[in-house]
Structures are given as structure tokens and as C-alpha cells.
């Protein structure tokens, strides 16, 4: 009787340790713990992003964003740009425009009302209509005046 309990053992032993070999090795305990443990990452280390998560969007200006570049021919974008009663260019701070394509809207309209194909002293009629791209009643950006 009692060898057949050694020999259930014994094959028990053989079984197992076929399945885990480790489970019956002397360095079996030393293997799970965690100081001996190590990764090629390092819990520790900080966390390299490629961009800041909470950086603002950055502010473009409409002509910008959209690619379009100001012609002497669109006479309805430049008309966008020119006061309805006096004619005259809203400044950046209303516009929003950035310092260069701001540049280029005046110039393409000074070429556009030299060519006749923009009214000096008011705004075409018939752009009176279209939708605003801004508010000239409330600045963009704030003006010292």
C-alpha cells in the first residue's frame, strides 16, 4: 500500500513537471519576483508626447485656412473686404486677416478699382447681399481706439 501511494506521487511529480517545469526548479520563486524582474520600458520614465495635448489650435486667418489667395478679378471676395458706405478697406483687427494676405486684399483692390471693375466710394449693390465673413461692428482683435 504504501508503494503505491510513492509511486502515484512520484508519477504525479513527472506529470506535473512535464506540464510546469518550473514549478518544482529551485529558482522557481526567485524568477516571479518582481525586483528581479525587468522590461525594456522603465514604469518610471516620463512619457515622451510628439505634440502638447492642450496647446490651442492655432489661429488662421479665413483667406489662409481656406488656401484662397486674393485676384484683382474676384471682385465679390475683395467687395467682402470694403466698407458698403465709404468704400474704404476694413483694418485687420476687424477682418481677422493675417498682416500679409491683409496686404494682398489692398493692393488687389486698388488694381480692381483702377481696372473699373470696383466702385471707389461704396460698395457694389449688387454684393450688398452675400453673407458676411465678420462682423464690422465687433472687432476680431482688439484696437487701441
Known amino acids: 500500500m504504501l508503494s503505491s501511494i510513492g509511486s502515484r506521487l512520484r508519477v504525479g511529480r513527472v506529470i506535473l513537471g512535464y ?10 520563486g526567485r524568477l516571479s519576483s518582481p525586483r528581479n524582474y525587468t522590461t525594456s520600458i522603465d514604469n518610471n520614465a516620463p512619457i ?4 502638447n495635448p492642450f496647446a490651442k489650435d492655432k489661429v488662421q486667418c479665413v483667406l489662409c485656412k481656406h488656401g484662397i489667395s486674393p485676384d484683382y478679378k474676384n ?3 475683395l467687395s467682402q473686404f470694403q466698407s458698403p458706405y465709404t468704400g474704404r ?8 486677416l493675417c498682416k500679409d494676405r491683409h496686404e494682398q486684399v489692398e493692393r488687389e483692390i486698388i488694381k480692381a478699382q483702377n481696372a473699373g471693375l470696383m466702385p471707389t466710394y461704396h460698395k457694389a ?5 452675400d453673407p458676411k465673413l465678420f462682423d464690422p461692428e465687433k472687432a476680431i482683435r482688439p484696437h487701441k481706439y
Not at 515622451?48 to 505634440?51: A, D, F, N, Q, V
Not at 478697406?89 to 477682418?95: F, N, Q
Not at 449693390?125 to 447681399?129: D, I, M, S, T
Request: avoid cysteine; glycine fraction near 6%.
Open 48 to 51: 515622451e508626447l510628439k505634440e
Open 89 to 96: 478697406v476694413y483694418g485687420r483687427h476687424i477682418t481677422g
Open 125 to 129: 449693390v449688387e454684393f450688398l447681399n
Open 19 to 28: 506540464i510546469n517545469k518550473e514549478a518544482f526548479a529551485p529558482t522557481a
Open 75 to 77: 471682385v465679390q471676395l
